[in-house]
Protein backbone atom coordinates (compact mmCIF):
# COMPACT_ATOMS: atom_id res chain seq x y z
CA UNK A 1 0.00 0.00 0.00
CA UNK A 2 1.16 3.49 -0.79
CA UNK A 3 0.37 6.97 0.04
CA UNK A 4 -0.20 9.44 -2.54
CA UNK A 5 -1.46 12.64 -2.66
CA UNK A 6 -3.46 14.44 -5.53
CA UNK A 7 -5.32 17.57 -6.15
CA UNK A 8 -9.02 17.39 -6.22
CA UNK A 9 -11.75 20.16 -7.36
CA UNK A 10 -13.17 20.13 -3.53
CA UNK A 11 -16.56 20.05 -4.74
CA UNK A 12 -16.09 17.44 -6.81
CA UNK A 13 -14.05 15.50 -3.65
CA UNK A 14 -17.07 16.39 -1.34
CA UNK A 15 -19.54 14.74 -3.05
CA UNK A 16 -17.54 11.62 -3.89
CA UNK A 17 -16.69 11.77 0.00
CA UNK A 18 -20.64 12.05 0.83
CA UNK A 19 -21.43 9.04 -1.90
CA UNK A 20 -19.10 6.70 -0.40
CA UNK A 21 -20.27 7.69 3.32
CA UNK A 22 -24.07 7.55 2.48
CA UNK A 23 -23.20 3.96 0.49
CA UNK A 24 -20.42 2.13 3.39
CA UNK A 25 -17.77 2.26 1.01
CA UNK A 26 -14.21 2.98 1.38
CA UNK A 27 -12.65 5.80 -0.84
CA UNK A 28 -9.82 4.63 -1.11
CA UNK A 29 -10.61 1.07 -2.42
CA UNK A 30 -13.23 2.84 -4.84
CA UNK A 31 -10.75 5.12 -6.64
CA UNK A 32 -8.31 2.24 -5.77
CA UNK A 33 -10.97 -0.14 -8.40
CA UNK A 34 -11.22 2.87 -10.84
CA UNK A 35 -7.74 2.68 -11.24
CA UNK A 36 -7.38 -1.10 -11.77
CA UNK A 37 -10.14 -0.82 -14.57
CA UNK A 38 -8.25 2.23 -16.74
CA UNK A 39 -5.58 -0.81 -16.96
CA UNK A 40 -7.57 -3.43 -18.43
CA UNK A 41 -7.72 -4.03 -21.93
CA UNK A 42 -10.48 -1.32 -23.04
CA UNK A 43 -9.13 1.56 -21.32
CA UNK A 44 -12.12 3.86 -22.49
CA UNK A 45 -15.17 3.92 -19.97
CA UNK A 46 -17.34 2.14 -21.80
CA UNK A 47 -20.72 3.65 -22.04
CA UNK A 48 -22.53 0.53 -20.13
CA UNK A 49 -20.89 1.63 -17.26
CA UNK A 50 -21.57 5.28 -17.19
CA UNK A 51 -25.12 4.22 -17.60
CA UNK A 52 -25.21 1.57 -14.81
CA UNK A 53 -23.42 4.70 -12.62
CA UNK A 54 -25.80 7.14 -13.52
CA UNK A 55 -28.78 4.78 -12.71
CA UNK A 56 -26.91 3.95 -8.66
CA UNK A 57 -26.41 7.69 -8.65
CA UNK A 58 -30.67 8.43 -9.22
CA UNK A 59 -31.62 5.79 -7.43
CA UNK A 60 -32.39 5.07 -3.61
CA UNK A 61 -29.20 4.76 -1.79
CA UNK A 62 -28.61 1.26 -1.32
CA UNK A 63 -26.05 -0.15 1.45
CA UNK A 64 -23.24 -2.60 0.12
CA UNK A 65 -21.23 -4.92 3.23
CA UNK A 66 -18.26 -5.20 0.81
CA UNK A 67 -17.07 -4.24 -2.88
CA UNK A 68 -18.20 -8.02 -4.27
CA UNK A 69 -21.86 -6.86 -3.64
CA UNK A 70 -21.35 -3.52 -4.93
CA UNK A 71 -20.13 -5.36 -8.22
CA UNK A 72 -22.77 -7.98 -8.56
CA UNK A 73 -25.05 -4.74 -8.05
CA UNK A 74 -23.94 -3.20 -10.83
CA UNK A 75 -23.36 -5.56 -12.88
CA UNK A 76 -27.17 -6.14 -12.03
CA UNK A 77 -28.48 -2.91 -12.81
Avoid at 50 to 65: H, P, S
Wanted: glycine residues 6%.
Amino acid sequence: MVLKTFNLEEEAYRKFSEFCKGHGLSMSKQINIFIESQMEEEPEVKEEYLKKLELIRKGKGTRFRNVTELRNYIENV
